[in-house]
Structure formats: structure tokens, C-alpha cells
């Protein structure tokens, strides 16, 4: 089973921005679907972002879309997800998760990292 740690959360003002990291270990996420979620204090988990392996189909929530750009270095079985023009609603714990089939389910999650966006 793939292992997947988060990285690149932290405290940061409205406006500035952050680029989370996901690092793979344990076998190649290269051709699995990748995705970014998120969970907000005494809110549901939410959908971020997603990227398939090809590279070049992503998706977005209305949220974040214009906002944050996924992306993949399948040399370093790593995915980002780079937050320009953050804001306080944006804070959360931000997840990985990869799809491994590309059929919408997650199997495996990282740990998560803590993203605090001050007013």
C-alpha cells in the first residue's frame, strides 16, 4: 500500500501563498489519480483538487478554481498543490489522496497538514 505524507502547510496571511507537497513511498502513484481534500473546523471533508496521471485532466472546486494549481513530478512521486491569493476561508487540513483506479474513490489518505490563512 502506498504511503502518502503531506508537507508546506503554516500560518500565513489573506493574500499570500503556499505550496502544499505530497510525497509517495512505497510504490509509484504515477498512473493513479491524485487528489487534494480538505476539512475546516466543525465542517465536512471537502473536495480540493484532483489531477489524473496523464497530467493533463484536472479538476477544481468553484472555491479554489483561479486560486490553486495541482501538480505532479512523477520523477519524485510527488504532488503539489500551489495556493496563491489565500483566504481565512481557505484554512483547514488539507489531505492527499490517491485514486488509484481513476473511478472517484480515494483508497489512500495522508496525515494531513494544517493550513491557517489570518484575516
Known amino acids: 500500500q502506498v504511503q502518502l505524507v503531506e508537507s508546506g502547510g503554516g500560518l500565513v496571511q489573506a493574500g499570500a501563498s503556499l505550496r502544499l507537497s505530497c510525497e509517495a513511498s512505497g510504490r509509484t502513484i504515477r498512473f493513479s489519480t491524485m487528489g487534494w481534500f480538505r476539512r475546516a473546523p466543525g465542517k465536512e471533508r471537502e473536495f480540493v483538487a484532483a489531477?489524473?496521471?496523464?497530467?493533463?485532466?484536472?479538476r477544481y472546486a468553484d472555491s479554489v478554481k483561479g486560486r490553486f494549481t495541482i501538480s505532479r513530478d512523477n520523477a519524485k512521486n510527488t504532488v503539489y498543490l500551489q495556493m496563491n491569493s489565500l483566504k481565512p476561508e481557505d484554512t483547514a487540513v488539507y489531505y492527499c489522496?490517491?485514486?488509484?483506479?481513476?473511478?472517484?474513490?480515494?483508497?489512500?489518505w495522508g496525515q494531513g497538514t494544517q493550513v491557517t490563512v489570518s484575516s
Open positions: 489522496a490517491e485514486d488509484l483506479n481513476s473511478d472517484d474513490v480515494y483508497e489512500s
Open positions: 489531477l489524473r496521471w496523464s497530467g493533463s485532466n484536472t
